[in-house]
């Protein structure tokens, strides 16, 4: 089943072939938490279809039929239960898909968000909420992480902690750390997804300006494998290299002569900034579970993963 397919049954103003709807139905149920049977929901989507397809009167596989989008997007237990545990992969697919659907891809990405959010699910509006706040609408953020973290997402507690100590208040920032609990493989993870994003807001960054990496490289005055080296993500942790993203990042705003009051300019100072926080609270974590030896564990999980 190819992405475009499924992008087109959830966002075309027609009705799916029953085909595509089978696959994702089994799919979505597969991964909701309770688990469903995924026979017995895709038999109750089928109903659904058939009900939707005769109402057309229409030949073929793709009618247009409002009320079954309506039905399939208002069904309480698929969406709450299900829709969500997909939309964690709604960014993989987005960056795998063709050119034209990538390009719609950041508000895309955010109304699946909110839609799995507002549903219920938990993951979705940790990452909704870091959408947010890099936005710079922390308000917001904070809303969706604490309604998060109160619902057992230890990275979104970790997440409003950051936030709130950010934002002048210690006290609750440090009682939401010390509740997060995250396991050594969960921190790995976040430090590497905080990297690759890291990574390549700095590439983006530096590709719109006309600046070239060895460009770049010149006016931050190293060599252009190491600047290779800082921007490769993830990769970075299996290097001989130290982390100093927070470091980096300064050096990186000085040297693309970024201005604090242009709003596009302030805008990725924000990212930057908030993405370097992240590695760096996942380091200091991970340093404290791991001691010496952390980023040596720290690659292995990333290797298993």
């Known amino acids: 089943m190819s992405h475009t397919k499924?992008?087109?049954a959830f966002t075309k103003p027609v009705l799916p072939s029953w085909g595509v709807i089978d696959v994702v139905v089994e799919q979505l149920a597969k991964r909701a938490r309770p688990r469903l049977v995924p026979e017995a929901e895709v038999n109750r989507f089928k109903t659904l279809w058939d009900a939707a397809h005769d109402e057309t009167g229409a030949p073929g596989a793709e009618p247009e039929d409002e009320n079954f989008r309506r039905a399939l997007a208002e069904d309480s237990r698929l969406k709450v239960e299900a829709e969500p545990q997909a939309i964690g992969s709604v960014e993989d697919h987005?960056?795998?898909?063709?050119?034209?659907?990538?390009q719609a891809s950041d508000s895309e990405v955010e109304r699946w968000l909110r839609v799995a959010a507002q549903a219920g699910n938990a993951e979705a509006m940790h990452h909704l909420g870091r959408r947010l706040e890099e936005q710079g609408s922390d308000p917001e953020a904070e809303h969706w992480y604490r309604t998060a973290a109160h619902a057992g997402d230890v990275l979104a507690m970790?997440?409003?902690g950051n936030l709130l100590?950010?934002?002048?208040?210690p006290i609750e920032g440090a009682k939401w750390h010390d509740r997060s609990r995250v396991s050594f493989g969960d921190l790995a993870k976040y430090l590497a997804e905080a990297l690759d994003e890291w990574?390549?807001?700095v590439r983006n960054a530096h590709m719109e300006q006309g600046l070239s990496q060895h460009g770049l490289a010149k006016r931050l005055g190293i060599h252009q494998t190491t600047l290779s080296r800082m921007t490769s993500g993830r990769r970075v942790v299996f290097m001989s290299m130290t982390i100093m993203v927070d470091?980096?990042?300064?050096?990186v705003i000085q040297a693309m002569h970024l201005r604090p009051d242009e709003p596009s300019d302030k805008a990725l100072i924000s990212r930057l900034t908030q993405l370097a926080d992240r590695v760096v609270a996942a380091r200091e974590q991970l340093e404290k579970q791991g001691g010496r030896s952390w980023r040596l564990?720290?690659?292995e999980h990333l290797k298993s993963t």
């Open 247 to 251: 470091k980096w990042t300064q050096d």
């Open 297 to 299: 564990q720290a690659a």
């Open 165 to 169: 100590v950010r934002n002048g208040d």
């Open 6 to 8: 499924i992008h087109h």
């Open 94 to 102: 987005v960056i795998s898909a063709p050119l034209p659907v990538a």
């Open 158 to 160: 970790t997440d409003l």
């Open 199 to 201: 990574s390549q807001e």
